[in-house]
């Protein structure tokens, strides 16, 4: 089983449409949790991260679940500018500086 | 600077050349990494420094693979013997404390032909 796990879609959504994304770990005793979006030949950019009680900006909320292992990323009424790959990373034990990163998933925003 | 500044932005290498990437990350930073992003994947662990010391080198796929940070600020990332398998995105970060996200440079992008 990968480290870090993610759908790679692509996921094409309408515009105003909510999306789901999910993350699935491999480590329980993993402590940092991230979103970064990456555009098409750019650098990956931290989108939020991840905290145990959830967390959301503007349209974006983030959801950890510790049980079953997973991170999910809630984007509602989509817009075009959200096409993007989005990441899900995980650092395996507090404190530690080794990110695992996930393939990503591709959103695509249609009008 | 502002943001993590890598040199070249792209680079072709002959098969058997020897190549040298740099990251300037932001000033402050202690905490600098190196990842390798093949097509369609997310990147791959490198290698890890805090200050000029490299702690976690396990990324490196073969000894062809070297990185340095004398000073402790920037980093050189040595690619010995290119081969076509090394083509892909080498991306630096750099990060104020060990658990906090990274922030990216653009990368270089190494094609070996």
Not at chain 1, 75 to 95: E, H, Q
């Amino acid at each position: 089983r990968k480290e870090v796990e993610q759908d790679p879609g692509p996921f094409n959504v309408p515009e105003g449409a909510t999306v789901a994304f999910n993350c699935t770990y491999s480590n329980s005793a993993s402590q940092s949790f991230f979103w970064y979006r990456q555009d098409c030949r750019k650098e990956p950019k931290l989108l939020m991260s991840v905290y145990s009680s959830g967390n959301e900006d503007g349209r974006f909320t983030a959801q950890l679940n510790r049980a079953s292992q997973y991170i999910s990323l809630l984007i509602r009424d989509s817009k075009l500018s959200d096409s993007a790959t989005y990441l899900c990373v995980v650092n395996m034990v507090r404190g530690t500086y080794k990110y695992i990163f996930g393939t990503g998933t591709r959103l695509k925003v249609l009008a | 600077g502002a943001g993590v500044s890598q040199s070249p932005r792209y680079k072709v290498a002959k098969r058997g050349q020897d190549v040298a990437l740099r990251c300037d990350p932001i000033s402050g930073h202690v905490s600098l990494f190196w990842y390798q992003q093949a097509l369609g994947q997310g990147p791959e662990f490198l290698t890890y420094f805090q200050n000029e010391a490299q702690l976690d080198k396990s990324g490196l796929p073969s000894d062809r693979f070297f990185a340095e940070r004398p000073e402790g600020s920037v980093s050189t990332l040595k690619i010995q013997r290119t081969q076509q398998e090394d083509s892909a995105v080498y991306l630096c970060a750099s990060s104020l404390g060990t658990s906090s996200g990274y922030t990216f440079g653009s990368g270089t992008r190494l094609t070996v032909v």
